[in-house]
Each structure stands twice: as structure tokens, then as C-alpha cells.
């Protein structure tokens, strides 16, 4: 599994990233993480508001800071 965080570097997004990695720490799960804050990139995704997040290439969140129970949720 690979999740993908979609940001320019903005307070949400680093905030996004922090809510990211420490859901995937306390489920102990073996997930590549990984930011992506080229703008070019992120709109050819079809991302139009950050923070987003991506599972395995498909936008699952878009434009808000995630609450770490929405990240399990999607994690399972």
C-alpha cells in the first residue's frame, strides 16, 4: 500500500502529513509514505484543494486535515 500526500507545503498539509504517519505507526502497518508538493503534479491528479490524500493512486481525501479516525477507516 502507498499513501500519497498531496501538498505545497502549507500548515494543513504538514499537519495532514503528521495525522498520516502517526495513524500508520499506531497500526503498525508497513505503508510507504510519501509527499508530493509539486504543484504541476498535484493538479494533473485532478487535486484542485490541499491537502489530499492518496491509497494506492485514488483521491480519497481532498481539501481538509483529516481526523485520525478517518485515516484508520480508510486503512482497513
Known amino acids: 500500500m502507498k499513501i500519497e500526500i498531496l501538498g505545497t507545503g502549507c500548515a494543513k ?5 503528521k495525522v498520516v504517519r502517526q ?12 509527499k508530493v508538493e509539486d504543484l504541476q503534479e498535484i493538479v494533473n491528479r ?8 492518496t491509497i494506492d493512486g485514488e ?14 477507516k480508510l486503512l482497513k
Open 23 to 34: 495513524v500508520v505507526d499506531e497500526l503498525g502497518k508497513n505503508i510507504e509514505i510519501v
Open 46 to 53: 485532478g487535486v484542485m484543494m490541499t491537502p489530499a490524500v
Open 59 to 72: 483521491v480519497k481525501i481532498a481539501g481538509h486535515i483529516p481526523s485520525p479516525n478517518e485515516i484508520k
Open 13 to 17: 498539509c504538514k499537519k495532514t502529513e
